[in-house]
């Protein structure tokens, strides 16, 4: 339980979760995933950038004490989210004469979250500088990535920007550095698509404060530093503002095999028209997975069976996620399967009112999909061809 030097003066003291599965009870975690803490030397002042989760405390702490760490000045909190800001009372406690630097905002969530006394936080306003001696923090306000207080911590000398959840990926790695390898952009895209996709239009708008610093190392709260961040900028640029791909994302379920076999047709009929088609299977969803699919969609095709009038409940939890983190996607449609009647198409497109798409009209089959309903999935892929042909 040692620090890691990163560059002189900046040390790694975070705690990497080689078993965590799932966070928030909600996002899968199939690579793990990284708590990252670091510490500031300036000449006058010691800066912990950030702490660790709750449960990996006494690991922050270990490598505090064992890189003869007898004071602490201030704990930069950049996010008030508890796998950054849950050991920051520990770390009070040992180091008493710690403040917290926070945005204003941030200052009253960790309070609520925390129950840190107001009296050991200070706020920083944004482009507040502060000399820690031979070092300089600036702290840059940058809300809504993901929370509304967030902020980012610029070390001009060391041209390091610390960024929170910010270009960050779940991956736990005995890696300090991403290198330039492009296989580190999956969990950085996952991560993007289930984090930051949300707020795509408040990250473009503030993504020039981080470009203009041309920062030579970018230094996030999960997942390896970015030693190359060209990389991640490039790709950030991409997933934000690019137009979306010649990609139909397809989620479906299917209870008695006639949804499946009319997202199977879909699909092919799809690949003979130059369409690349994704069909997603939502019995045991990967939700990691449909999201990162869906960064890069022009079309979502939703396929479900009718269940009490309605879409099934999987199917339905489906369109409420991509409803919350907002992809790009121009179109949408529905295919599926009904015995009796129902108002499936009406009711999800209610689902999804943060989505700005075009409704393609839908393929429901009554029950066992017949000559006439193949046809209609034909006709329905080669409308998607025709749209796609304009992105």
């Known amino acids: 339980m040692k620090e890691r030097a990163v560059v002189e003066g900046v040390a790694w003291v975070g705690a990497v979760d080689w078993d965590r599965r799932l966070f928030d009870e909600l996002i899968p975690l199939p690579d793990g995933t990284s708590y990252n803490a670091y510490l500031v030397r300036g000449a006058e002042k010691t800066v912990l950038m950030d702490s660790v989760d709750p449960g990996f405390t ?69 482009r507040e500088r502060i000399d820690i001696g031979g070092l300089t923090l600036e702290f840059i306000h940058f809300p809504w990535v993901h929370w509304p207080e967030t902020m980012l911590t610029w070390l001009p000398e060391r041209r390091i920007l610390f960024t929170c959840d910010l270009f960050g990926s779940h991956l736990a790695t005995s890696e300090m550095f991403a290198g330039n390898d492009p296989l580190v952009l999956p969990g950085a895209k996952r991560y993007y698509a289930e984090i930051m996709m949300p707020f795509r239009s408040f990250i473009q708008k503030n993504m020039e404060k981080v470009t203009v610093l041309e920062p030579a190392l970018i230094a996030p709260s999960h997942g390896p530093i970015h030693d190359h961040p060209a990389l991640i900028l490039d790709a950030y640029r991409e997933w934000l503002s690019a137009p979306p791909k010649n990609l139909v994302v ?66 339905a939890y489906a369109a409420s996620l991509a409803n919350l983190i907002r992809p790009k996607a ?28 075009e409704i393609i ?31």
């Open 58 to 126: 006494d690991v922050l702490l270990a490598r505090l004490e064992n890189g003869g760490v007898q004071r602490i000045d201030y704990v930069v909190c950049h996010h008030a989210e508890q796998d950054h800001s849950g050991a920051i009372p520990a770390v009070l406690a040992k180091y008493p004469e710690a403040v917290v630097l926070a945005t204003e905002k941030c200052k009253g969530m960790i309070v609520d979250l925390l129950g840190i006394a107001p009296g050991r936080i200070r706020t920083v306003a944004d």
């Open 250 to 315: 397809v989620p479906y379920i299917s209870m008695h095999d006639s949804t499946r076999r009319l997202v199977e047709h879909f699909v092919e009929a799809c690949a003979r028209l130059g369409v690349r088609a994704e069909q997603v299977n939502l019995a045991e969803p990967d939700v990691g997975k449909l999201a990162m699919l869906l960064v890069d969609a022009a079309t979502i095709v939703i396929g479900t069976p009718t269940v009490l009038a309605g879409p099934h409940p999987k199917v």
């Open 330 to 357: 121009r179109f949408l449609s529905v295919i599926g399967s009904f015995s009796w009647g129902g108002k499936v198409v009406e009711q999800l497109a209610a689902m999804v009112p943060n989505l700005k798409v």
């Open 361 to 391: 009209p839908p393929v429901l089959a009554r029950g066992v999909p017949k000559a006439e309903d193949q046809a209609a999935l034909d006709r329905l892929a080669e409308a998607i061809a025709q749209k796609h042909a304009t992105l």
